[in-house]
């Protein structure tokens, strides 16, 4: 809805720029040779005024999808993990996990994800086998949702240790 106004708003902001544009053209010539100086300042003053209100709104409707972004991917993600740590997962909610991830997941998730299905089918039904594979989705996944990896890794492995 905000967006709607937004764009109603630089709608009727680049319509007035028009006529007043028009105007101006008209009563250009009419104007004395000291005063056409300040009316074409005064122009791109407007002009210059309207395009950083444009990249603003265009910054902060940048934010918010970043931030939905943000929110879809880590209810994906705690999904994810939830997924893997029952024994065996249903069918559709494989498929579930797949295109969610196809969808949202970073290529680092991606690849990491890929890496840990491998290595599963690698291992079969080896317990630890795919400790590292797992630890590196976490890790990729934190990275993916802007929270930071440094000196984790002891903290991790515990965590991970701790729900098989």
């Known amino acids: 809805m905000r967006l709607l106004f937004t764009t109603l708003f630089l709608t009727l902001l680049a319509y007035a720029a028009y006529l007043g544009f028009r105007w101006a053209g008209a009563e250009y010539a009419l104007l004395a040779s000291d005063e056409q100086p300040r009316m074409v300042l005064i122009a791109a003053l407007a002009l210059g005024c309207t395009l950083v209100l444009a990249g603003a709104i265009r910054y902060a409707a940048r934010e918010q999808a970043q931030k939905e972004l943000l929110k879809h991917r880590y209810y994906l993600y705690i999904h994810i993990l939830n997924g ?65 990896n440094f000196d984790i890794g002891p903290e991790l492995n515990t965590f991970l240790k701790s729900g098989d």
């Open 84 to 148: 893997l740590q029952e024994a065996e997962t249903p069918d559709a909610q494989r498929i579930e996990i797949s295109s969610g991830l196809a969808l949202l997941g970073s290529r680092n998730v991606l690849r990491a994800f890929r890496r840990l299905l491998e290595g599963a089918a690698a291992k079969g039904s080896e317990p630890d086998g795919t400790g590292k594979y797992l630890n590196d989705l976490v890790t990729a996944m934190r990275t993916d949702l802007q929270q930071s």
